[in-house]
């Protein structure tokens, strides 16, 4: 169940569009969106929250992460206690603990949306010979542990469509960090008495996408019930990060 929970919560925030989207998340296979090559580029990940209380109180967090692409689509994103390495050319993850000098490597997979039901499968390239027979039974197990819960995900996706379609409008271009990046917003209303509300309460989503690094270059997220939450790219350099990157140093010992 903790797969099908993690997919839920990813879709309750839009995962099940077809776009390059802010966050890798990671499950016991981790995943991650499409491979874009040929865009290289490396960014500050900036993910920030507030929230005003009825008296005043400012509520805030924020958090950062550094993120690389290299020409071939290879990802490697830092966060303060964790670094993670998508390599999308021999398909592995390889997950870094800086702190036990420690790897965990898995076979990665793809998350995308077909007909409103989430699929997770390996990716399509030659198979690396050093994959082993333990790494697909841990793929094969999380496969079998998604198709067990598909019908549970399929009466929450059915619930998610009764909800009124948003109105979705063009922001036209704007330049964020030095990018051009093209802006969509979407409004949902949840209507008087949907959740005990006595006056409608507007939810307003917007991305902003750089289609020349073909990846999100800000989002807002405004819920009158939660407060404001904003992700923004930072410090973007174009250009080819060091290849070493990614990498795992020898020094690192796998799991």
Same mark, same amino acid.
């Given at each position: ?12 925030? $839009? ?15 981790? @995943?991650?969106?499409?491979?874009? %090559? $040929? ?7 900036? #993910? ?6 009825? !008296? ?9 992460? #550094? ?10 994103? /830092? ?18 603990? *800086?702190?036990?000098?420690?790897? =965990? ?6 998350? @995308? +949306? ?7 499968? %390996?990716? !399509?390239?030659?198979? +690396?010979? =050093?994959?082993?027979? %333990? ?13 067990? +819960? ?14 009124? +379609?948003?109105?979705? =409008?063009?922001?036209?271009? %704007? @330049?964020? =960090? $030095?990018?051009?990046? !093209? ?7 949840? /209507? #008087? ?17 750089? *289609?020349?690094?073909?990846?999100? @270059? ?32 020898? !020094?690192?010992?796998?799991?």
């Amino acid at each position: 169940m903790k797969l099908f929970s993690a997919m839920f919560a990813l879709l309750a925030v $839009g995962a099940a569009q077809e776009t390059p989207q802010p966050n890798i998340s990671t499950f016991s296979a981790p @995943v991650m969106g499409k491979t874009v %090559r $040929g865009a290289p580029y490396s960014a500050d990940e900036i #993910t920030e929250s507030l929230q005003v209380l009825a !008296d005043g109180t400012r509520i805030s967090h924020q958090s950062k992460a #550094t993120v690389y692409r290299d020409s071939q689509g290879r990802v490697r994103r /830092e966060s303060p206690d964790k670094i993670v390495i998508f390599d999308t050319v021999i398909g592995y993850s390889y997950t870094l603990d *800086p702190k036990t000098m420690t790897v =965990e490597r898995l076979l990665m997979g793809t998350l @995308v +949306n077909r007909q409103k039901r989430i699929l997770i499968w %390996r990716t !399509d390239i030659t198979p +690396n010979p =050093e994959v082993t027979a %333990r790494a697909k039974a841990e793929l094969d197990a999380n496969v079998a542990e998604l198709k067990a +819960n598909l019908d549970q995900l399929g009466e929450a996706l059915a619930k998610l469509a009764r909800r009124n +379609n948003p109105l979705t =409008e063009s922001l036209g271009q %704007r @330049v964020i =960090e $030095g990018l051009t990046a !093209d802006g969509t917003r979407a409004t949902e209303t949840i /209507e #008087t008495g949907a959740v005990g509300n006595d006056r409608p309460i507007q939810v307003v989503y917007e991305t902003w996408i750089s *289609p020349d690094l073909q990846t999100v @270059v800000m989002t807002k997220h405004t819920d009158p019930r939660t407060g404001e939450d904003t992700f923004r790219l930072a410090n973007v350099h174009h250009g080819e990060p060091a290849p070493d990157l990614f990498l795992v140093p020898a !020094d690192y010992k796998e799991k």
